[in-house]
């Protein structure tokens, strides 16, 4: 069975542009106008594995949708759809725990290429068996698997991560000890993106630290140095150390 797409915009003509494209890359796609029948379909389509949700619908803020999906189907990734001026929503969205965000106007190409990271992520679409310098990584008892987009815990239990968390845990992993700023991290996550803000690193830092760290407030790995940035402090073994 072909993946299903749920697109959520009240734009007909980004809803015929995105179920054109994703046609073409072998998915099922459902289009909505609003957001109560967002939700609707969202119950009625067991197959629908993510949905691109526009945060400004007529009938319902995207935000409040969003946490209605979440209710409904907690483990449905949700990427949000911005347009121009939208740093508050996005913002707001990636602390109620949306997977990503992609800002309008968009391309078609980075925009497929986010959705399959997304379904790689969450085990909808196989991962890809390309070769790889670095068999994972592990660091104070914690193994990251970027073959599976996995994170595995001292108790070799797997933790559940959005994109954003796993592509920002990636990037401070591979840049272990080195001091990164906003706008490092925003390239290393979000190379291709046409509208990034850095207030959303600060969010997905606070997230990450949620679950990886034992005192949050007091964080041991991933750090903040006042003015400069954020420095992941573990030593990381990578290759064949880290099987």
């Known amino acids: 069975m072909k993946p299903a797409i749920l697109v959520v ?17 072998v998915f099922t796609v459902y289009v909505c106008h609003n957001g109560l029948e967002a939700v609707t379909l969202s119950a009625q389509h067991a197959d ?20 209605q999906l979440q209710k409904l189907r907690p483990h449905l990734p949700v ?18 725990g949306a997977d990503d ?14 959705v399959n990271a997304v379904l ?12 790889v310098k670095s068999a994972g990584f592990a660091f104070n008892g914690w193994h990251l698997d970027p073959m599976r987009c996995e994170l595995m815990n001292p108790q070799r239990q797997v933790v559940d991560l959005t994109q954003g968390e796993y592509s920002l845990l990636l990037a401070l992993v591979q840049n272990a000890r080195r001091v990164l700023n906003r706008e490092q991290l925003l390239e290393l996550t979000h190379s291709e ?42 030593d990381v073994a990578h290759g064949d150390k880290a099987a």
Not at 48 to 67: S, T
């Open 193 to 234: 993106s046409v509208d990034v803000f850095d207030r959303t690193i600060d969010v997905l830092i606070m997230r990450l630290r949620r679950k990886i760290e034992i005192n949050p407030h007091q964080p041991a790995l991933i750090k903040t140095l006042r003015g400069l940035g954020y420095v992941f402090a573990a």
């Open 101 to 114: 965000y992609i800002g309008k106007p968009f391309n078609a190409r980075v925009l497929v290429a986010r």
């Open 48 to 67: 629908i594995a993510l949905v691109l949700l526009d945060m400004m619908l007529p009938d319902i803020n995207g935000l409040r949708v969003l946490q």
């Open 79 to 96: 990427v949000m759809l911005t347009g121009m001026g939208s740093e508050a929503d996005v913002v707001v969205g990636l602390e109620m």
């Open 120 to 131: 790689r992520r969450t085990g909808v679409l196989a991962v890809e068996t390309v070769p």
């Open 9 to 25: 915009d009240d734009d007909p003509a980004i809803c015929a542009l995105l179920e054109d494209v994703l046609s073409e890359h």
